[in-house]
C-alpha cells in the first residue's frame, strides 16, 4: 500500500506525465483494476457518482484501415461495474467540466479523440523508466488491486468480479501471491516423529 501511494505521488510530479495527462489516467487504472483500453474508453455517462461505480463497457482498439474504436468485451465478465474509491471519484469530478456532454470521454487524446493504447503504453513506459521503476508495467497495476484486495480478506469471486475475469481460477493462477498453507498438516503429522527425531519430534 505504501509503495502503491508513494508511486502515485511520484507520477503526479513527473513532468511529461503531468504534460501528457498520465496522473489520472494511472490513479484511475490503479484505483479500479482497468486495462488501458479500458480506461481509454470511459465515457462520462459510464460514472454513477452517486453510487460510486463505473461501467466498464468496453477497450480501444485500432482497426487497420479503420482506426481507433471501442470494442465490446470478449466475456460478459469483461463488460461489468466496478466500485471507485472515494478519491477516485472526487479526481473524475474534477477533471470533468459540469456541462460536459454525458458521451464525452473521461480521458481523451491530448489532440481529443481516444486515446491510443499503444502509444500509452509507451508514454507509461517512459514515465516508469524515468522514476527508476523499470521493472514496472501496466499491468503490475492490476496485479497491485488484486493482491490489496485479496489481502483484505475479500474472496477471489469479488476480484474476478473487479478485474473481469470469467474464471475465478484466472484470478488465482496468476494475480494471487503464493501463500504459506496453514492446512494444519505440521501438527498431524508431527505424530510420526519418534524419539531418533530428537528435540521439535513432537511437530509443534
Not at 45 to 55: Q, T
Not at 109 to 136: C, H, I, K, M
Not at 163 to 178: E, I, N
Request: with cysteine; charged share 30%.
Amino acid at each position: 500500500m505504501d509503495e502503491a501511494r508513494t508511486l502515485r505521488q511520484k507520477i503526479r510530479t513527473h513532468e511529461k506525465a503531468v504534460r501528457w495527462d498520465l496522473a489520472d489516467f494511472a490513479d484511475m487504472m490503479l484505483g479500479t483494476g482497468c486495462r488501458i483500453g479500458e480506461t481509454a474508453a470511459i465515457h462520462l455517462d459510464a460514472i454513477d457518482f452517486n453510487e460510486g461505480v463505473v461501467a466498464v463497457r468496453g477497450t480501444v482498439i485500432r482497426v487497420k484501415g479503420v482506426g481507433l474504436i471501442v470494442k465490446k468485451p470478449k466475456s460478459d465478465a469483461g463488460e461489468r461495474i466496478v466500485e471507485l474509491a472515494g478519491w477516485t471519484v472526487d479526481m473524475i469530478r474534477r477533471r470533468m467540466p459540469e456541462d460536459a456532454s454525458p458521451d464525452a470521454l473521461v480521458f481523451p487524446a491530448q489532440l481529443g479523440g481516444l486515446r491510443d493504447p499503444s502509444n500509452t503504453s509507451a508514454d507509461l513506459r517512459q514515465v516508469f523508466d524515468d522514476l527508476g521503476y523499470e521493472w514496472l508495467t501496466s499491468h503490475v497495476f492490476r496485479r497491485t488491486v488484486a493482491t490489496l484486495m485479496d489481502e483484505a480478506g475479500l474472496s477471489a469471486r469479488a476480484v474476478a468480479d473487479q478485474l473481469g475475469h470469467a474464471k475465478v481460477s484466472m484470478t488465482q493462477d496468476h494475480y494471487f501471491a503464493r501463500k504459506i498453507a496453514r492446512t494444519g498438516a505440521a501438527k498431524v503429522l508431527g505424530q510420526l516423529a519418534d524419539e531418533s527425531d530428537g528435540e521439535g519430534q513432537s511437530g509443534g
